[in-house]
């Protein structure tokens, strides 16, 4: 199954935007993509994937490390306005940083350039960190311990 939590394989869904063989569709798309493109460090996807006003907000540098440091376990998908311009999504992407399960809670718009979704900017909310013990059940849903698991 693809990392954005489609029923699909990666090469037939996010891998195939990410490889650019094909364009998303729609804001929903491109934004899975992305949440996949941290899962495999994607880092030329992530930037090519943003708008000016997005890059200059977020240095490819600083998007590298964080998509090396954190380990993404699940997206969820909240909220979404597609009809609206700029396009909006809103999600939860859950990622083990430091023996912690972090998420980052992001409304994010979209915006639409010579065919191609770019990530545009986004609005953080307040979300919980937990930290995990080592027997825990690992939140990547192998169904192992977290010690014997993602644990670092
Ligand atoms: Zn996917
Ligand atoms: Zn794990």
Known sequence: ???CGSEKQYVDCCGSFIDGS???????????????A???????????????????NNQAE???EFAEAAKFTKLEIIDTDLSAYPAEVEFKAYYLFANSLCC??????????DGHWLYDAG???PAPERKLSRN?????????????????
């Not at 030329?44 to 000016?52: H, I, K």
């Not at 825990?136 to 670092?152: L, Q, V």
């Open 1 to 3: 199954m693809c990392y």
């Open 123 to 125: 609005t953080l909310m």
């Open 22 to 36: 094909e364009l998303p569709g729609d804001a929903l798309t491109l934004m899975k993509s992305r949440y996949s």
């Open 38 to 56: 941290f899962c495999t460090q994607a880092i030329g996807y992530l930037v090519a994937t943003c708008s000016v006003t997005a890059l200059k």
């Open 62 to 64: 600083d998007v590298a």
């Open 104 to 113: 980052i809670h992001e409304r994010s718009t979209f915006i639409q350039q």
């Open 136 to 152: 825990d059940a690992c939140p990547c849903g192998s169904e192992k311990k977290f010690k014997k698991c993602c644990s670092s």
